[in-house]
């Protein structure tokens, strides 16, 4: 239940950081959601990056999108594996 929370809220967060560049909100909220968007993207997008760098070729062929949901959700994706196994 808490790692389906996690999930949701960052989803959340994806949203509302992805809604003010279609939308921008009043001067001192865009600025803090940029640097968020940016934190978001820089963070997530290495540690996306790692796990590929680190999968064999099956494992990438088995779960085509493993790293996608690594890149959205974040630490609560790999959470989710480990009580998976």
Same mark, same amino acid.
């Given at each position: 239940?808490?790692? $389906?929370? +996690?999930?949701?809220?960052?989803?959340?967060?994806?949203? $509302?950081?992805?809604?003010?560049?279609?939308? /921008?909100? /009043?001067?001192?909220?865009?600025?803090?959601?940029?640097? +968020?968007?940016?934190?978001? #993207?820089? #963070?997530?997008?290495? @540690?996306?990056?790692?796990? @590929? !760098? #680190?999968?064999?070729?099956? =494992?990438? =062929?088995?779960?085509?999108?493993?790293?996608?949901?690594?890149?959205?959700? +974040?630490?609560? =994706?790999?959470? !989710?594996?480990?009580?998976?196994?």
């Amino acid at each position: 239940m808490f790692i $389906f929370i +996690g999930k949701f809220l960052y989803a959340i967060m994806w949203l $509302f950081l992805l809604f003010n560049l279609i939308h /921008p909100y /009043p001067k001192p909220a865009n600025i803090v959601a940029y640097f +968020g968007l940016a934190a978001f #993207t820089i #963070t997530h997008g290495l @540690q996306a990056y790692m796990l @590929q !760098s #680190t999968m064999t070729n099956k =494992e990438k =062929e088995d779960d085509k999108f493993k790293a996608f949901r690594l890149f959205i959700f +974040g630490v609560f =994706e790999s959470l !989710s594996w480990k009580i998976k196994k």
